[in-house]
């Protein structure tokens, strides 16, 4: 039976005994079976008291359209892998997957064309999407080569974060918001 564990705030679906290596490999300790006095490790304790989180502002980094394509390939990959091998519902599946960013990226897409520009916006938040797709392929024996392309895209994407631009929206899509001739607002 497959589980589902949070993983920087993405949703990730792993068979038990995958969690239990990928987290024994970080030296996590599980608490010996049977063992009363143990909680789970997602579960907040009720009586701490959690200062609120304090507002982020998304950036974005600029992706080619090949890493656009290699993005989507991960994406679709990861979701056949997770649907064919897990008993998940479909939504947790596509969570997991992050093929439910696919249609904004097209979008995305879509609109740097028609402006003729040649890179493409990503949210920094949305690597995290990216992140736990591979971590799924991993888990559901997913293949090499996709996963081989993951690790690239995610080293690439690490590296452009320290770059990353200020967003905006334009006619709803995400959009660079120091292009030139810019007049909407800095989201």
């Not at 949703?11 to 969690?19: D, F, G, K, N, W």
């Not at 028609?114 to 797709?133: F, H, Q, T, W």
């Amino acid at each position: 039976m497959a589980e589902s564990l949070h993983f920087k705030n993405r949703l990730i679906v792993v068979s038990p005994a995958a969690a239990r290596r990928c987290w024994m490999s970080r030296g996590i300790q599980f608490p010996a079976a049977g063992d009363s006095g143990s909680t789970s490790m997602c579960r907040r304790h009720r009586d701490k008291v959690y200062a609120p989180l304090a507002p982020v502002a998304s950036d974005v980094i600029a992706i080619t359209v090949r890493e656009l394509v290699a993005l989507v390939e991960v994406f679709e990959h990861a979701h056949a892998q997770i649907s064919e091998l897990s008993d998940a519902s479909g939504e947790t599946i596509a969570s997991a997957s992050g093929v439910t960013l696919v249609p904004s990226l097209y979008a995305r897409a879509g609109l740097a064309s028609i402006r003729g520009l040649r890179d493409i916006p990503l949210l920094v938040d949305e690597i995290g999407l990216l992140e736990a797709a591979v971590i799924n392929l991993e888990s559901y024996e997913g293949n090499e080569v996709v996963l081989v392309a993951g690790y690239e895209l995610l080293d690439n994407f690490a590296h452009r974060e320290r770059n990353a631009h200020p967003l905006r929206c334009k006619h709803g899509i995400l959009a660079f918001a120091d292009e030139a001739g810019d007049t909407t607002q800095v989201l």
